[in-house]
């Protein structure tokens, strides 16, 4: 998932430089671009995530966590990976339902580009579902005496 939202990214700034190189050489430009671009950014932070949460690179705010030690910040480390799993089982719950329903009405986005509105509604499901499991797997590797969030590596 982190590959493909690295590949979406470099074609971003691909079809961006060119996109920007005809408009300033007076050759036209690609209508589709930004739109493209948008849609770009909603995948790639969506296939991104659960890369970052496993790489533990989330922002934490680990202000009350900094202050326990031992059982305390563990059980802590454990009940907010627990909301953070049950968070996104509902997001994903929820982005199923919305997906579904496009697909039985057969919605389509009709802007520069035109295709079914599931193809960008079906990445969230899927996306809040792979969290869900990260947040589960941090949540027991921390109860059986792992590294938790908040003292992990990475980025806080």
Not at 54 to 71: C, F, I, K, P
Not at 120 to 131: E, I, V, Y
Request: with cysteine.
């Amino acid at each position: 998932m982190a590959v493909l939202a690295a590949a979406i990214s470099a074609g971003m700034v691909l079809l961006i430089c060119i996109d920007v190189a005809l408009r300033n050489l007076r050759m036209g430009n690609i209508p589709w671009s930004v739109e493209a671009s948008e849609y770009g950014l909603y995948a790639l932070t969506l296939l991104g995530a659960p890369w970052v949460l496993a790489m533990r690179g989330h922002v934490a705010m680990d202000l009350l966590a900094s202050q326990l030690s031992g059982m305390p910040r563990r059980t802590l480390d454990v009940l907010t990976s627990l909301l953070g799993a049950a968070i996104c089982a509902v997001l994903m719950w929820k982005g199923i339902d919305v997906t579904a329903t496009s697909l039985q009405r057969g919605a389509m986005v009709y802007k520069s580009l035109v295709f079914p509105e599931w193809w960008a509604l079906a990445l969230l499901p899927f996306s809040m579902g792979m969290l869900a499991l990260g947040f589960l797997r941090i949540a027991i590797e921390t109860a059986a005496g792992g590294t938790g969030p908040s003292s992990g590596q990475g980025g806080h």
